[in-house]
DNA sequence: TCGAACCGTCGAAGCGCTTCGACAGTTCGA
DNA sequence: TCGAACTGTCGAAGCGCTTCGACGGTTCGA
C-alpha cells in the first residue's frame, strides 16, 4: 500500500501538501492541486485509517446501537439500519453495529477507545440506563426514541402521540362515533418504551375532543391473541365501526377474525393500521395507514449527529409529523 | 482519557511493560502483572484503538456487508448480522455495517484504508462481482452462499440440495407420491443467488431416486400468486397430496389458499416449510419445517474468519446440514 | 517605495501504541 | 564452576497521518 509520503514523492511536493490537498483545510494552487490528485489516482492511495484516526483524532466511524428483542419490528430496525449507513457515507463515515445486548459496557467501550466519533442509540426506553452514560460519554449522540430525562440530549422519532391523533381524526371526519385501538402487547406498555403509551394518549385525547367513543386493547403478538380481542371487541361494543391498530403483527390475524366475524372492511368496519406501507398495499383491502419514517428518522439521525460533531447546535428534539396514507380499509360508517 | 505511559507511571514500569501484560505477548511476573492491571483499573485506561491500529497493523474490526433488497428474508438477515456481531465480539472484534450498494468500492474503501482486517460478505450470488475483488483482496474474507467459481475462497452456507432431498425424503417416507414445490420468485431464479435453484435440484433429484411424482413452481411473493399456484397446482394435480414451500412470505397466504379450496393440513394435503422455526410455530397447524440456521451460520462464518486471521487453515467450502422440525402439519396420505 | 498582509508550500513535531533488540539477573547442565 | 539459556523488563524506533508554525514570494494600499 503507498503511504502519503510516496504519494508526497511523486507529486514532487511535501507530504503535508498531500494532506492539505485531501483534506481541503488550506489554499492549495489549482496545479500543485490536480498534480497531487493525479499521483494520487495513479499510485492508487488510500489514507490508512488507523493513522488518521490517531493523528486527527476523529475516526470517521459512528456506532449504531440496535435492540435485540422488542416491541419494534424486524424490518423497521432493518430499515433504519439501512438508511443509517447509507446517510453516514454521505458524510464519509462509517458505521459500526453494537447490539444493545453490550448495554453501557459496549458505549464506553467505542468511545472510551475513540473507535467511533459519535453514537446513535435506537428503542431507547423511558428508563434507560444508557442515557446517563451517554450524558457523560465525550462523543455525541442521537437517541430515536424518547427516555424519561431527555434533558441534554439529541432525540428523534415519529410523533406517536400525533400518530394516534391523526388515525382518531381521519375516523372521525369520516363520522364515526366509536373506535378502538388495538394496542402494543401488554409487556410493551409496561417495559415503557413510551411509544406505545404515546399513541394511545393521542389517540384518548383526539377522541375526547371530537367527542368520539374510543377504548384501547392492548394485544399480543399471536393470532389466537386477535381473534380473543377481535371476539371481546364485537361482544362489549356492538355499535364499533372502526379500529385503529398498533401492532404490526396482528394486522393480518385481525382482519382475518373481523372477516370470520362477518365484518367486512370497509363496509362493516374501517381499519387504519400503524404500519409499514408495504404490509398496508398488499393487505386485502389496502389499509389506510400511517408508516413509521425509518429511512427517514435514520437519515435525520445521522443529520443531527454531524451537525453535532461540527460543532454546530440542534434541537433536543425532533417529531416527525405521521403522514396517513389513506387507502381502500376506510369509509364511511354505514347509517 | 488516561494513556499508556500513564499507566506505567502509575504502575511504575514501562510503556512496553504495560504493552505487554495487556496483549500477554511476552512473560511478565505475575507481581508486575498485577501491579499493571491495578493500575489499569484505577486509571480507568482504555488503549486508543487508533493508535493500537497503527502500531499494530490490525484494527480489530470485521467488515459485514448485507444485502438490500433480495430474496432473503429481512428477519433472516437481521439474525445473521446480530449472531456476527456477538460471535465477534468473543474475539475482541468488532463489526463495520456495509450494504451491499456501496458494492465493491466498499469492499476496497474498507479494505484498502485498513479499516477492517477482514470481511463477511452475506448474500453471495452465482456471478458476484464482489467475489474476482475480495479475491486480490490482502484481507481474509468469507462468503456466505456460494458464487459459481469459488475458488480460493472461504464460503459458508446451509446445504440447500440437502435440505431439499431431507424435506422430500420426509414425505416420500410418510408414502407421498406427489408432491410440489412452491419455491421463491421467479427472478430469484433467475438472479441466480443459487440457494433456491440448488433446493430445487436436491429436492428433484432426491424424488427421483425415491420413485415420487414431483414439479417445481416458482410463487411470487403475493398472496394473489400464492392463491394462483394452488389454483393451477389442485387443477393439474388432482392427486397431489403434499407441498414443500420454500418462500417464507407466502406461507401463510398459501395454508389460507389450500383452506378456502377445501384442503385441510395434514389430513388432505401435507405441507413442510423452509422458513424460520418461529413462522412455522405460530402458523396452523405448526408446520414441519426446515429453517435457515442463521445464528450458527453467522457465529461459523466469525469461526473462519478468525481462523484465517490467525493464520490458520479452513476449509473452502462449509455445508451445514439441515434440520427438519416435525410438527403438525405432514402426515400420511389418506388412502 | 516600503511595510503589511496574504498565498502556497514545507519541515518537523507528535498522535498513542506495539515490537524489536538489548540487557541485567537468574537458573541450569556439564 | 562457568558459559549457555532463559526470564523479566526497558528504551527506542517506528506505524502513517495531521497540523502548526515558519518562510519565501507576491500583491497592495498608503
Redesign the interface.
Known amino acids: 500500500?503507498p503511504k502519503i509520503e510516496d504519494v508526497a514523492r511523486h507529486a514532487g511536493v511535501a507530504p503535508s501538501t498531500v494532506s492539505y490537498v485531501l483534506s481541503g483545510k488550506r489554499a492549495i494552487s489549482e496545479e500543485t492541486r490536480q498534480r497531487v490528485l493525479r499521483s494520487v489516482r495513479v499510485l492508487?492511495y488510500?489514507?490508512?485509517?488507523?493513522?488518521?484516526?490517531?493523528a486527527s483524532n476523529r475516526?470517521n466511524?459512528v456506532a449504531?446501537v440496535?435492540p435485540?428483542r422488542s416491541g419494534m419490528h424486524?424490518?423497521v430496525?432493518?430499515q433504519f439500519?439501512?438508511s443509517v449507513?447509507?446517510a453516514a457515507?454521505q458524510f464519509d463515515h462509517?458505521?459500526?453495529?453494537?447490539?444493545q445486548?453490550?448495554g453501557v459496557k459496549g458505549l464506553?467501550?467505542?468511545a472510551?477507545?475513540?473507535?467511533v466519533d459519535a453514537i446513535i442509540v435506537m428503542d431507547v426506553e423511558l428508563q434507560d440506563q444508557r442515557v446517563p452514560v451517554l450524558r457523560e460519554l465525550q462523543r455525541p449522540s442521537v437517541l430515536i426514541g424518547f427516555p424519561d430525562d431527555a434533558e441534554g440530549l439529541t432525540c428523534i422519532d415519529l410523533d406517536f402521540a400525533a400518530t394516534g391523533a391523526v388515525c382518531l381524526q381521519h375516523l372521525a371526519d369520516l363520522g364515526h362515533r366509536r373506535v378502538a385501538l388495538i394496542g402494543s402487547p401488554p409487556e410493551v406498555y409496561k417495559r415503557e418504551t413510551g411509544f406505545a403509551t404515546r399513541l394511545a394518549d393521542g389517540f384518548k385525547l383526539a377522541a375526547s375532543r371530537a367527542k368520539v367513543a374510543a377504548t384501547v386493547h392492548p394485544c399480543e403478538a399471536?393470532?389466537l391473541a386477535a381473534h380473543a380481542v377481535v371476539a371481546t371487541l364485537l361482544r362489549d361494543h356492538p355499535d364499533l365501526t372502526a379500529v385503529v391498530v398498533h401492532n404490526e403483527a396482528v394486522v393480518?390475524p385481525l382482519l382475518a377474525a373481523f372477516a370470520n366475524a362477518g365484518r367486512s372492511v370497509p363496509d362493516d368496519l374501517s381499519v387504519v393500521a400503524v404500519c409499514p406501507d408495504e404490509l398496508a398495499e398488499?393487505a386485502?383491502p389496502g389499509l389506510t395507514s400511517v408508516a413509521i419514517p425509518a429511512e427517514e428518522i435514520g437519515r435525520q439521525a445521522v443529520n443531527l449527529l454531524m451537525t453535532k460533531l461540527n460543532g454546530g447546535l440542534v434541537p433536543d428534539d425532533t417529531l416527525l409529523q405521521p403522514r396517513l396514507v389513506r387507502r381502500a380499509s376506510t369509509s364511511k360508517p354505514r347509517k
Open positions: 500500500m492508487g488510500q489514507p490508512h485509517a488507523g493513522a488518521r484516526a490517531l475516526s466511524v449504531l440496535i435485540l424486524v424490518p430496525i432493518m439500519a439501512i449507513v447509507t457515507r462509517d458505521v459500526l453495529l453494537l447490539t445486548d453490550e464506553q467501550r467505542v472510551g477507545t475513540a473507535l399471536t393470532p393480518e398488499r386485502h
